[in-house]
């Protein structure tokens, strides 16, 4: 599986599901912010050893993130999210951190969105 496909599935699942809220489209922050998560959910899957983990927790984990933020993710397939991640892919892999750190620290500020 590439990259590619790992960012589409978990995004067009997301994408199918609407949020009725007073809110306004998804802004270009939110959607960084959004693909920032998608991309650090992956990267663990990818380079941390967590390949087990079920892309269905991580759909639920960006969904329980979107609506704790009240984002309206109604023009969510506007915007170019396959992009975003990937690039937010390609920036954690160039941080020149110890990958060990990197992955336990990453493991630790996003697992817990999963346990909501």
């Given at each position: 599986m590439n990259n590619k496909s790992l960012f589409?599935?978990?995004l067009?699942?997301?994408s199918l599901i609407g949020f009725?809220?007073?809110?306004?489209?998804l802004t270009d922050s939110e959607a960084e912010e959004l693909a920032d998560l998608?991309?650090?959910?992956?990267y663990l899957k990818k380079e941390c050893g967590?390949?087990?983990l079920p892309i269905p927790e991580i759909k639920?984990?960006?969904?329980?993130?979107?609506?704790?933020n009240h984002w309206d993710l109604a023009n969510y397939n506007q915007i170019n999210m396959e992009q975003l991640g990937?690039?937010?892919?390609?920036?954690?892999?160039r941080i020149p951190i110890d990958k060990d750190k990197k992955c336990a620290g990453l493991a630790k500020d996003s697992f817990g969105i999963m346990n909501n």
């Open positions: 589409n599935l978990p067009l699942l997301l009725s809220s007073t809110c306004q489209a998608t991309a650090v959910f992956f967590y390949k087990d639920r984990a960006l969904i329980y993130f979107a609506q704790q990937q690039s937010s892919y390609d920036d954690l892999n």
